[in-house]
């Protein structure tokens, strides 16, 4: 289930940052680490659990997406002049995917309690 989350959050997230350098104000932000314990990795995808406190607070400053790794769904930032690389899994964005297709009007979702979480529709079952 998360894989096709990720390929079409990917997917708004990549057509978000293609419009980046021609609108300036509609920049990628990050909103909020989710976790406390925030996986980080370099360039290298060498990568690290550091604490929440330990990166900049997107409350106080703009923490803004420069780039984004669609292979392994990682967006980059720039924290302390480093380049910081964390999963979209773990980060809430300012700008969300929209499917282009919504799956749940064109196929059953097997299951009872899938219809009642509101994340499966449009990235559910028959996609």
Not at 27 to 41: A, G, P, R
Not at 103 to 119: A, G, L, Y
């Amino acid at each position: 289930m998360f894989r096709h989350n990720k390929r079409w959050l990917g997917l708004g997230l990549v057509t978000a940052l293609a419009a980046y350098p021609v609108v300036a104000e509609d920049k990628v932000l990050i909103l909020d680490f989710l976790m406390d314990s925030v996986e980080i990795c370099d360039g290298n995808l060498d990568c690290t659990d550091v604490d929440k406190k330990s990166l900049p607070n997107p409350s106080d400053e703009k923490v803004i997406v420069s780039s984004y790794d669609k292979k392994e769904g990682m967006v980059m930032f720039k924290h302390l002049g480093n380049e910081k690389w964390v999963h979209i899994t773990e980060v809430e964005l300012n700008q969300k995917a929209v499917a282009s297709v919504v799956c749940t009007e064109q196929s059953t979702i097997s299951r009872k309690s899938d219809k009642q979480v509101f994340s499966t529709y449009g990235l559910g079952e028959g996609c």
